[in-house]
DNA sequence: TTGTATGCGTTATCAT
DNA sequence: ATGATAACGCATACAA
């Protein structure tokens, strides 16, 4: 019983008789022998791995991408080498580069700043097909995108809240540095448009996605002199601070402001009143970019592709009739 | 310049000129030079490279424990591969085996079930050094642990709700295949004993974390002849259990009922009344398991170890004075 | 169908 | 201090 056997085996090679796959079946049972994968990779050229860059599993968002993105991988005999950025640019550059490094044959990468040359250069020299989330990098042809359609849902969003009767909405969402804060502000300001009504423009505020901020914005535009009757929380780790700033302030969300949050996570359905928000399946986030990176893994003239996803807005009682 | 020269300047190896360190960087620079992990892994025998068994990243805790984890091994050249068991004992046991395969140097695991024979074979035959997240596991001597005083943290919380006046206090926590459930449980009735009272024993229900068996048991519980006056979930998935259930029968926190919870999660601070919490740094959790599973990795003589890590009560609305 | 031999990119041992 | 070389465990091309 040869090595290349055992090896032929291992891969259910076609060219291989019964008898032998036994025989060698029963010697790894016998022996406990057990493949080293890393020899494997190296000969093969490859590590059977993907990896994944986020800013911060803490966010129930990219929680989800990952569990689903990880099951999706581990069906084929794929693992998922994690890291996150905390939100930092420099960071994301660092992990592309060790991830790189570790021979992973894809990378999926939320990025904390889409515009940032270094992390462009890193990941420009990665060799393996590159998965965006949500992001869109100027000069990373190799890229393809799991994006979702958040002008879809931001218009929908504010449209309910002008139909409402809403004139004065605050908008808080991330930095224009990524896609989905730039398309957000953008459907915002159409809502308004559509309506044939001027944008309050001191309301839009694209500055961070940190609890942190969420809260000091509202606390300030609120205690301003003409305060918003409704806010729209663009992303759930804001919704987090402006529900802090709220209850500091003594203010009933759905009661004293009405409120719009991204993404379904425990905390807006559980919220007395419970947060309207405008929902997606962030699951399908997940495995829609493991599969993405798997087919042009094993398809490397597979070219890259940009899939969008769709939103739906979820009413709940934060944003009650006036 | 050889290729035993680049190595050493690559790993710093001591005796290596100045000179010859400049030539071979200059010519990393020049040639866009990437080593590759997985050739060196094989020759060193290592991969620098730790998994993790959780059940779900969604579980804020593990979110917690994975992130730290992942920045404290990341300092020191590791990275993490990171699989989910969806609390399934089967998953655990195929995951330890798929990690063992991937030749990651440690485990840092999470079990759904601490008995179950498949895990802890799959466990007893990794070769590295395992690390327990608040797990005992019968004959698995090759294990360090983290604990959480789950003891005293559950005791506290049930004198507490003693000296508040209630007598009927209901306790929901995972399986008894765990080792914090059984704790929890015994710290729950010696309150009882220490109080000189007898216990509720049909309003102890250790059945499981997800949310859905908290929403069942505690409408079941409340809907009883005689229901208890105060709950404790022994977990942030169940508190959402319990607080859809609350909703639902229309009944608030703190108000129809004495709420207590474990871990503070968004969830509990942001809940109208704050839930009170019994507390602990999750985020040290996932540091000190990385600390014990390099300390071993890099001294293999090093004995297993335990660290237990305090908890504290967090008083909040939900557990007003009668 | 099976066995033999080579090379993947490193690190480590030995010689220089 | 540096260079040459073997070996890590596997997959594959080729021979049998």
New binding site residues.
Partial sequence: ????????V??D?????E???K?VLAAIEELG????????G????NSRTVGFIVSDLHNPLFASIVTAAQRELNRRSYAAVVTTSDGEAARDAEMAGVLRRRRVDALVVSLADETKDRVIRELGRFEGPVVLLDRKVEGLSNASIVETDHDGGMNQAARHLLALGHRRIALLTGPLQVHPSVRRVEAFRRAYAEHGLAVPEELIRPAGFAPEIGEKLTAEMLRSPSPPTALIAGGNQLLTGVLRSLRRLGLGAGKDIALVSCDDVPLSELHEPPITVIDRDVARIGEVAARLALERIEDPACPPRRVVLPTSLVLRGSTPRL
Same sequence: chains 1, 2.
Avoid: C, I, K
């Fill in positions: 019983m040869a090595l290349s056997s055992v090896s032929r291992l891969n090679h076609p060219d291989v008789s008898r032998m796959r025989r022998y057990e493949p080293n994968l890393l020899a494997a190296l000969r093969r050229g």
